[in-house]
């Protein structure tokens, strides 16, 4: 590797890692915004995207130059691509933290919802594997990337029991019919961030193994 290619592909490291945190942390507001109904700090969260938005597109700019100039190869080139791949599920993740915004900013202001639902417990989980996939991705460490992979069966189970539990409650309290379907869209946007999450892990294994791991379960094992 040259030292212009090391030089460029350290600064893209610390792009991604910036990229990972914030986020990170929309992600989290967003989570919190619905647990206390705060539709200030979902604003925030809504404002934050466009930052987001454009450290994607920096991302990408930054991949493909570095791509065109040096033409790396092996781990160096499958870095870039995972670095390219996992920008757009951030990014797709950046996107879901305002879906949950949006919900947060109906929901404020109103009582809470009468379904026996842990929605806490699907947001610590969802949050967890988004986390420990970031996590792989900075300690290169793919026995945490395995982890989070064999972790979505979990939060896909908890998104379809939030489903039914909403199906019965709309027939029990039809007069909370509206808030309890944005609370049935808010579980459907965090199990889209799990997926995500996966595939991010799924990309980390690739970039340490060489591996292609997508739609096999077994080798979650």
Do not use: W
């Amino acid at each position: 590797m040259t030292v212009h290619m090391k030089r460029e592909i350290d600064r893209l490291k610390q792009m991604l890692i910036s990229l990972c945190e914030v986020v990170e942390e929309n992600l989290r507001r967003a989570v919190e915004s619905i647990r206390q109904r705060d539709a200030n700090l979902a604003k925030t969260v809504i404002e934050t995207d466009i930052e987001i938005d454009h450290m994607e597109v920096d991302m990408e700019e930054e991949c493909l130059k570095i791509l065109a100039l040096y033409q790396p190869v092996a781990i160096d080139l499958r870095f870039i691509i995972t670095a390219l791949k996992i920008n757009n599920d951030l990014e797709r993740i950046g996107d879901l933290a305002v879906n949950l915004a949006e919900h947060s900013t109906f929901l404020a202001g109103r009582r809470k919802t009468d379904v026996p639902f842990d929605f806490d417990e699907m947001t610590e989980k969802t949050e967890l594997m988004l986390r420990k996939s970031l996590d792989a991705l900075v300690k290169m460490d793919s026995k945490l990337a395995y982890e989070v992979c064999a972790a979505d069966d979990e939060i896909d189970a908890m998104d379809r029991q939030m489903q039914l539990m909403v199906q019965k409650a709309v027939h029990t309290h039809p007069e909370q019919t509206e808030c309890l379907m944005h609370l049935r869209s808010a579980s459907g946007h965090l199990e889209r961030v799990a997926d995500h999450a996966t595939n991010i892990a799924e990309d980390v294994i690739y970039m340490i193994e060489g591996r292609i791991v997508r739609h096999k379960v077994e080798d979650y094992k």
